[in-house]
């Protein structure tokens, strides 16, 4: 992985920033603190109607259950700039990479990609979105990002 001054730097991106982003960054943020790395991480949304929210409850509450809190995260839109400030661009589905892939500029820096085209044998596959499911399915993005965020850290660490 790419290091932008010795930092590695991520962004996750689902489509409203308030489920599967957020909860893809807490898990990020938590395997680096209990691996001892430093990252830049944040999330942010292919659309902006949700921009200035906090995470979905429910998200809150599937990260809190799992030792996490997102509580503080608040939902911005994807920008163009994004593509120059981190190393890595990783969406959380296929539909939300073409959207970025359509927004990314001639002068990206950043490696756009899959999220969990990082978990071995989930290469091309999507994180399924809870926001219309109960508590079990945020449980399961919550099983999702985490996985991802094991093999984002153990690359990171490599």
């Known amino acids: 992985m790419r290091k932008t001054g010795g930092v590695a730097s991520v962004l996750f991106v689902c489509l409203g920033n308030i489920c599967r982003s957020p909860?893809?960054?807490g898990a990020l943020r938590a395997a680096a603190t209990r691996a001892g790395i430093d990252l830049t991480v944040d999330s942010a949304g292919t659309g902006g109607w949700h921009a200035g929210e906090p995470p979905d409850r429910?998200?809150?509450?599937a990260a809190r259950r799992h030792g996490t809190d997102i509580s503080g995260?608040?939902?911005?839109?994807?920008?163009a700039e994004d593509f120059r400030r981190f190393d890595y661009v990783l969406a959380l589905d296929t539909q939300n990479l073409r959207d970025l892939a359509a927004i990314r500029p001639a002068d990206a820096t950043a490696e756009l990609g899959l999220l969990m085209d990082y978990v071995p044998g989930r290469e091309g596959s999507s994180?399924?979105?809870?926001?219309?499911g109960?508590?079990?399915d945020f449980d399961v993005t919550w099983g999702d990002v985490s996985a991802a965020a094991e093999a984002l850290v153990a690359r990171i660490s490599r």
Do not use: H, K, N
């Open 58 to 61: 429910r998200a809150q509450a």
């Open 23 to 25: 909860l893809a960054e």
């Open 73 to 79: 995260l608040r939902a911005r839109q994807a920008r």
């Open 127 to 132: 994180v399924a979105d809870p926001y219309y």
């Open 134 to 136: 109960d508590d079990s």
